[in-house]
């Protein structure tokens, strides 16, 4: 197509996206399929958890980090504070299994090879770090993984090439999520291949998900497992309550009325 394109037997010579993906058969939501949903916060305070998690992952070779957490206590905001605590030059995919509920709708599935993998090798591909993942339709999941890892394989050397001690991390958030879905579906979902998979020395792989899911996903022996629970919270005080509660502590701290006396009767002289 671009040969073509270049010559006079063309009368159009630009080359964009569209007609890249229109030469490979592959619409564009095709080749990003499930794109992170996961909001940015604003402000976050790095908590001591959170730095044991991200030791855990610098420092630990061939096994994957399995993070768990209550819902509510903050495991998707923590996959947005990995990498900034990493050596220089890392880099971080997150994987976002949840996306605001849409795993559940048949239209959007997200535990699949054919989702996983390709997204997580396509934003390897933007990060210039590989080729892309063109999905087929004929593909296996073993299909996919083999080209998953080759490409792994490939952004490991060049990240280590452009900053030695740099890290490849991996985060599959809700990974709990996919693999009850692909449990429901009589699948096998991708998070549990990309576990058990031999990983070059400075890729990390690391699942957040909850407690009571914490083997949905079938992580390997090797993993380790690091909980996360809800910071204590500071003493709470009159300027610290919230408007409701110092309202009703308002009320129950005002006086009550003085009950009033019955009037005294009129007396009369005696006659």
């Known amino acids: 197509m671009i040969t073509r394109r270049a010559t006079s037997l063309e009368a159009n010579h630009v080359v964009e996206r569209s007609t890249v993906l229109a030469a490979l058969g592959v619409p ?5 399929p499930a794109p992170k949903l996961i909001d940015q916060p604003g402000h976050v305070i790095v908590t001591d958890q959170t730095r044991a998690i991200v030791d ?3 420092g630990l070779i061939g096994r994957p980090v399995v993070v768990h957490a209550a819902g509510g206590v903050g495991k998707s905001v923590l996959t947005t504070q990995i990498e900034p605590n990493l050596p220089s030059g890392s880099v971080t995919l997150v994987y976002d299994c949840f996306g605001n509920g849409g795993y559940r709708r ?4 997200r535990h699949q090879h054919r989702q996983g993998l390709v997204q997580l090798a396509n934003e390897l591909a933007v990060h210039a770090l590989c080729d892309p993942l063109i999905p087929v339709g004929t593909a296996q ?4 993984a083999r080209a998953f890892m080759a490409r792994v394989q490939g952004a490991a050397e060049a990240v280590t090439a452009s900053a030695p001690g740099a890290l490849l991390v991996l985060v599959v ?9 692909a449990n429901d579906c009589g699948e096998r979902t991708f998070v549990t291949d990309v576990l058990r998979e031999t990983l070059p020395d400075n890729v990390r792989p690391a699942k957040p998900g909850r407690p009571r899911r914490q083997l949905s996903a079938r992580p390997p022996p090797s993993a380790t497992t690091r909980s996360v629970r809800r910071p204590t919270s500071a ?12 309202a009703r502590a308002v009320r129950r701290a005002r006086p009550c009325p003085p009950t009033p006396r ?7 002289p005696a006659k």
Not at 106 to 109: A, V
């Open 56 to 58: 855990d992952i610098v």
């Open 235 to 246: 003493p709470r005080t009159a300027t610290s309550r919230t408007p409701s509660t110092t």
């Open 106 to 109: 048949s239209s959007s599935p």
């Open 141 to 144: 999941p073993a299909d996919y």
């Open 28 to 32: 564009p939501e095709h080749v990003l």
């Open 173 to 181: 958030d809700a990974a709990d999520n996919a693999a009850l879905i």
């Open 262 to 268: 019955p009037a005294p009767r009129p007396r009369y």
